[in-house]
C-alpha cells in the first residue's frame, strides 16, 4: 500500500513523473517477524553534479526495497527534514548521489548529532565526491577525498575483491568477487588508513585511470595502487557510517547484486544489536 504525501516542491528538471512528489511514506504489511522493521530515509538532494538517471532509478527501486524488507521508507530531498527532532525517528539515512552543500549550518549540525549519538548512515556514489564543503564529512563520515574518476573510458568493467571485517555479519552473503561495470572513482587516500572497515577492493590491472586528456589542467591518471576501496563503513561516535562507490548508472540500481550489498549496508547502519567496533 503506497501512501503519497506532497510536501515540497516539484523536481522540474526530472521528466520521469514518479519524481513530481516529494516525500513518498511506503507502508507495507509485516509479513517476515524476523526482518528488521526499519525507519529509512531515503535523500536524493544534488546541488552539484546530478546523477539524473542513478537518482530516479534509486527513486524507483527503493520503494521495492522497502516493500521486500518491510522498511518504512520516507523519500525526500527536502532539506528542512534535518532537525534533530525529524531526524530522531529514522534508523538510517540513506544519502544516495548527494552532491553539493545541501545542509545549513543548522541542518549539518542536526545531522552529524544525528550520527555521532548512534545514527545509521548510507551513503552512495555522488555522495562520496568531494563537492560537499565539509571537513568533518570527508574526515569522519566518509574518511576519504574523492580525486577523480576515469575518463578515457569513463565506465570500465573491474573485480572487485570481498573483505569481511567480523563486525559485518552479512559479509558471508554478498560475492566474494564480483564483475562490475563502474564510473571508478578513485581517492586521494584509501579509506583503511583512517580505520575504515573495508568490504570491497578494486582490483586496477585492467583499468585505465586516466581523468582527462594528457596536458590539460586536470589531467590525473593516479589510481590508488594494491589497495582501492570501492564499499567501507566507519565507526563515527555511537554511529555506523556505510559508503559505497558504486551507483553512477540508473540501470545499477535494478542489479540483484548490487540491490543486495545496498539491502545489507541498510540493515547493517539501522541494527542497533550490531555494534560497530
Ligand atoms: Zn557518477
Known amino acids: 500500500m503506497y501512501i503519497i504525501l506532497i510536501t515540497g516542491c516539484c523536481l522540474?528538471?526530472?521528466?520521469?513523473?514518479?519524481?513530481?512528489?516529494?516525500?513518498?511514506?511506503?507502508?507495507?504489511?509485516?509479513?517476515?517477524?524476523?526482518?528488521?522493521?526499519?525507519?529509512?530515509?531515503?535523500?536524493?538532494?544534488?546541488?552539484?553534479?546530478?546523477?539524473?538517471?542513478?537518482?530516479?532509478?534509486?527513486?524507483?527501486?527503493?520503494?521495492?526495497?522497502?516493500?521486500?524488507?518491510?522498511?518504512?521508507?520516507t523519500i525526500s530531498d527536502d532539506p528542512t527534514l534535518f532537525t534533530t527532532h525529524q531526524l530522531e525517528k529514522y534508523d538510517v539515512l540513506v544519502w544516495s548521489n548527494v552532491t553539493g552543500r545541501t545542509l545549513d549550518d543548522d541542518q549539518r549540525a542536526a545531522?552529524?548529532?544525528?550520527?555521532?549519538?548512534?545514527?545509521?548512515?548510507?551513503?552512495?556514489?555522488?555522495?562520496?565526491?568531494?563537492?560537499?564543503?565539509?571537513d568533518w564529512y570527508y574526515d569522519e563520515l566518509i574518511r576519504a577525498v574523492f580525486s577523480h574518476h576515469p575518463m578515457e573510458p569513463q565506465?570500465?568493467?573491474?573485480?572487485?575483491?570481498?573483505?569481511?571485517?567480523?563486525?559485518?555479519?552479512?559479509?558471508?552473503?554478498?560475492?566474494?568477487?564480483?564483475?562490475?561495470?563502474?564510473?571508478?572513482?578513485?581517492?586521494?587516500?584509501?579509506?583503511?588508513?583512517?580505520g575504515a572497515a573495508i568490504i570491497y577492493t578494486l582490483d586496477e590491472t585492467n583499468i585505465v585511470m586516466h581523468a582527462d586528456s594528457k596536458g590539460t589542467e586536470k589531467h590525473k591518471d593516479k589510481g590508488m595502487g594494491d589497495d582501492h576501496p570501492i564499499v567501507w563503513f566507519n565507526c563515527v561516535g555511537e554511529g555506523k557510517a556505510f559508503y559505497s562507490a558504486l551507483g553512477h548508472k540508473g540501470t545499477y540500481y535494478h542489479d540483484p547484486v548490487h540491490q543486495k550489498l545496498l539491502i545489507k549496508a541498510i540493515e547493517w547502519a539501522g541494527d542497533h544489536n550490531q555494534k560497530c567496533n
Open 12 to 73: 522540474a528538471y526530472f521528466s520521469f513523473s514518479r519524481l513530481l512528489y516529494e516525500g513518498e511514506t511506503l507502508s507495507t504489511d509485516p509479513t517476515d517477524l524476523n526482518q528488521l522493521q526499519l525507519n529509512v530515509l531515503l535523500y536524493c538532494k544534488a546541488n552539484a553534479w546530478v546523477h539524473i538517471d542513478a537518482i530516479a532509478a534509486a527513486k524507483e527501486v527503493f520503494p521495492e526495497l522497502a516493500k521486500q524488507q518491510d522498511w518504512k521508507l
Open 111 to 134: 545531522f552529524k548529532d544525528y550520527i555521532e549519538t548512534g545514527g545509521g548512515f548510507v551513503g552512495i556514489h555522488g555522495t562520496g565526491d568531494n563537492s560537499h564543503d565539509w
Open 155 to 194: 565506465f570500465q568493467v573491474g573485480t572487485l575483491t570481498r573483505e569481511c571485517p567480523s563486525n559485518f555479519k552479512a559479509c558471508e552473503s554478498l560475492p566474494s568477487q564480483w564483475e562490475w561495470e563502474e564510473e571508478w572513482y578513485v581517492f586521494e587516500e584509501s579509506p583503511r588508513n583512517k
